[in-house]
């Protein structure tokens, strides 16, 4: 099945400064690629996503870039603000027909004032 | 915006005891999901539910677990005789199938076996 390595599993960033979140998956028929951000005790919420014809998507001071050849995909957060604090996951599904979501095993993102 | 709800948000019980967790999946979605999440870890997913049928299960969805879809509305997971390890945060969840793969959570059920 669907392997999804994921580092680093715990990051400290200035608040201000960018951060970096990667992640490497297994099967390279897998063509839908979810950044979820959890706080705790909550769900997890869709905070971007991209598809596998496309190698980059932008949503204001959130971006996700993907490498098919590499099978990594890393989650950049710019400008970054003390309510980006969270435990971020990122996910992958499978060929068509598979809906199943393979996590990663987080991110522990912590915004220093 | 419409969203996925799960009842109870909270339940306590004891080893061997039969739970059901309820979901109300988003109306117009028609794949559903069981997650669930050991403090601390990550989402594991545990089955998938499409056209009445499961589509896929993990190894983790053995004999004690049951998926039923009672009525129009509702998506439920059952543990038969619950262990400690049962313990986690279960996650129900929905996608429409035109936008596949964009599937949203509810906001759990926190389930303590004692």
């Known amino acids: 099945g669907e392997n999804v390595e994921q580092h680093p599993s715990t990051l400290s960033v200035q608040e201000g400064d960018s951060a970096v979140i990667k992640c490497t998956y297994s099967?390279?028929?897998?063509?839908?690629f979810p950044w979820y951000k959890q706080e705790l005790g909550k769900r997890p919420q869709l905070i971007i996503d991209i598809r596998s014809n496309v190698g980059e998507k932008k949503d204001q001071r959130i971006a996700v870039t993907l490498n098919k050849t590499a099978k990594h995909f890393s989650l950049h957060i710019t400008e970054t603000q003390p309510e980006d604090s969270a435990v971020y996951f990122c996910?992958?599904?499978?060929?068509?027909?598979?809906?199943?979501?393979?996590f990663g095993t987080g991110t522990r993102l912590t915004i220093i004032p | 915006e419409p969203e996925v709800t799960q009842t109870p948000s909270h339940q306590v019980t004891q080893m061997g005891q039969e739970v059901i967790l309820r979901c109300v999946p988003i109306?117009?979605?028609?794949?559903f999901y069981w997650y669930r999440q050991i403090l601390g870890q990550k989402v594991e997913f545990l089955v998938s539910f499409y056209n009445n049928e499961i589509s896929e299960k993990s190894e983790i969805f053995d004999d004690q677990f049951s998926v039923e879809r009672p009525d129009g509305s509702n998506f439920t997971l059952k543990i038969r005789s619950t262990k400690l390890e049962d313990s986690a945060m279960y996650f129900c969840?929905?996608?429409?199938?035109?936008?596949?793969?964009?599937?949203?959570f509810g906001e759990g059920s926190w389930l303590t076996v004692v």
């Open positions: 099967d390279s028929a897998s063509n839908y």
């Open positions: 996910a992958v599904v499978g060929n068509f027909g598979n809906e199943k979501l393979t």
């Open positions: 109306s117009n979605h028609l794949y």
């Open positions: 969840a929905s996608s429409e199938m035109a936008v596949r793969g964009t599937i949203y």
